[in-house]
């Protein structure tokens, strides 16, 4: 079956950075754009950036300039590069893959930017 494994969050200070990274198993990975999400308590789930099978790239206004998507099609891997942390980032962040209308999600992974 499908599984997408986020990894990489944590607790940083403002300003810090962090990587986070989704793994994909039971997939063609390669044909399938990747995203990440995140969620803050008692809000909903938002964008954060996405990539498509060809690389292209789009991000949410917040972040622009301060987060990098990247994925490595040999690995199987989507990455989050998170630079300049803001508390405002503090949320769960979730790996998804889509094609079509086939969404495959992960569990999530917490990213807290707290001093």
């Known amino acids: 079956q499908v599984q997408l494994v986020e990894s990489g969050g944590g607790l940083v200070q403002p300003g810090g950075s962090l990587r986070l990274s989704c793994l994909a198993s039971g997939m063609f990975f390669r044909i399938y754009a990747m995203g990440w999400y995140r969620q803050a308590p008692g809000k909903q789930r938002d964008l954060v950036a996405t990539i498509t099978s060809s690389g292209s790239t789009n991000y949410a206004d917040s972040v622009k300039g301060r987060f990098t998507i990247s994925r490595d099609n040999a690995k199987n891997t989507v990455y989050l590069q998170m630079n300049s942390l803001k508390p405002d980032d503090t949320a769960v962040y979730y790996c998804?893959?889509?094609?079509?209308?086939?969404?495959?999600w992960g569990q999530g992974t917490q990213v807290t930017v707290s001093s």
């Open positions: 998804n893959g889509a094609r079509g209308t086939t969404n495959y």
